[in-house]
């Protein structure tokens, strides 16, 4: 239908804004109510703000987009979700425990370089940024803590003219010596 011949176009844009709002919440409703592969749908309406990143794609490749989406919409493609394997929800690595999201990125021995890697990548990104805002940093610091055991930072952050320490960061717990 040619909606400026029909002289309503107003209208009409108005109204099918509203019936694709309206599909557009019953839809959200039902995938965020699915058992399983709904789980991780709700942070989308609960952190509006800081879902910009799903239409601008700021700093990702298409792949990273798509892949993200599906980590939070609980439906990556690990065994560990109902009906996704034939095979059973051992890991396919490991075989020790279900193949689950956060067993693939947090705890599978077979990713543990990635994981590594990407430990160093992010603390380097952090120090960098506050280097940028006149901080000196070090990273992977040697300490002992109260009770006489040693432990590593992953950065130490002082202001670069006071050398006063302002940031003691850990990003994944403390590590023993
Ligand atoms: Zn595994």
């Known amino acids: 239908m040619n909606r400026v011949a029909s002289g309503g176009s107003s209208t009409s844009t108005k109204c099918g804004y509203i019936v694709r709002s309206i599909l557009r919440d019953k839809e959200f409703e039902n995938w965020s109510s699915l058992p ?48 996704r394997s034939k095979d059973g929800y051992q890991c396919r690595h490991c075989s020790t425990e279900t193949e689950t999201l956060a067993h693939v990125l947090g705890s ?22 506050l280097q940028k805002v006149g901080m000196e940093t070090r990273e992977e610091i040697h300490c002992i803590r109260n009770n006489r055991s040693t432990a590593r930072v992953d950065i130490l952050a002082w202001n670069a003219v006071s050398k006063k320490v302002t940031y003691w960061i850990q990003l994944s717990g403390w590590r023993l010596q």
Request: positive net charge.
């Open 36 to 83: 399983s592969k709904g789980k991780g749908v709700k942070l989308f309406d609960e952190e509006k703000k800081l879902n910009k990143w799903f239409f601008e794609k700021k700093g990702l490749t298409d792949a990273e987009w798509k892949t993200t989406i599906k980590m939070i919409g609980n439906v990556a493609p690990v065994r560990g979700i109902p009906g």
């Open 108 to 129: 599978c021995p077979h990713d543990f370089l990635l994981r590594n890697t990407r430990h160093r990548t992010i603390r380097s990104m952090i120090a960098k940024e």
